[in-house]
């Protein structure tokens, strides 16, 4: 079956620190990526979407500027979060769609990245 | 507006037991419905989806859904539940007639399978 694969899976650093999540797709090509922030019990926040080789689609309320997301090829797409503070401490999860990027197609997801920011 | 509901924080079952998980759904079309399963600190599991056709869908791990689009439900179903079962699960939705591909989660409930 289609496998992504994040990278770390637990972050630990100092406030003001810039951290990068990797997150590949290991066996297809992923032509959309999303990546996710996830509270503790709660769903799946979508911080943004990014289609191989165009800027990313950043949902309203996400910085930008704070986030910063790169989809150079059809298997990495890497979130970085720049500057961190204890405020963005949570769960990032990243998904991946291939065959071509139809909308009925399901979305495979790593394993997730906690970020703790002291 | 799109959306989806799970109308359960948590479902308990005892082990043998027939499950059911709750999903609702309100979209502007036809929709792509999908599960997926979450465990402590991993990220989401695609278990089935709903396209078209067959109303019963069959998944992964013995898990099944059944579409009713009158009722504008998509529950999650098991015959016999496993203690390994235990997990969050999460009903999505994407509007195929949309402007956007993005899905849409529900809150998530809590599978708990009592030995």
């Known amino acids: 079956g289609a496998v992504v694969s994040q990278h770390p899976s637990w972050v630990i650093c100092k406030s003001g620190t810039s951290v990068k999540i990797e997150c590949r797709s290991l066996?297809?090509?992923?032509?959309?990526m999303f990546w996710y922030r996830q509270f503790p019990k709660q769903s799946l926040m979508l911080m943004a979407t990014?289609?191989?080789?165009?800027?990313?689609?950043?949902e309203q309320g996400v910085e930008k500027d704070k986030f910063l997301i790169n989809h150079a090829s059809l298997t990495l797409s890497t979130l970085t979060v720049t500057s961190a503070h204890p405020e963005d401490s949570s769960f990032y999860i990243c998904s991946a769609r291939g065959e071509g990027g139809y909308s009925n197609q399901p979305q495979h997801f790593g394993d997730g990245t906690r970020l703790s920011i002291l | 507006a799109q959306s989806v509901a799970q109308p359960e924080d948590q479902v308990n079952v005892a082990e043998g037991n027939p499950l059911t998980v709750k999903c609702t759904y309100s979209v502007s079309g036809n929709p792509y419905l999908f599960w997926y399963v979450q465990y402590p600190n991993r990220g989401l599991q695609f278990l089935l989806k709903?396209?078209?056709?067959?109303?019963l869908v069959k998944g992964s791990y013995g898990f099944e859904a059944e579409f009713n689009k009158s009722q504008t439900s998509f529950h999650l179903k098991k015959p016999s539940a496993l203690v390994s079962d235990s997990a969050l699960y999460f009903c999505?939705?994407?509007?195929?007639?949309?402007?956007?591909?993005?899905?849409?989660f529900g809150t998530g409930t809590l599978l708990a399978v009592q030995p």
């Open positions: 066996d297809f090509q992923a032509t959309t």
């Open positions: 999505a939705v994407r509007d195929r007639g949309g402007a956007t591909n993005k899905l849409i």
């Open positions: 709903y396209i078209t056709g067959d109303n």
């Open positions: 990014s289609n191989e080789g165009s800027k990313a689609t950043y």
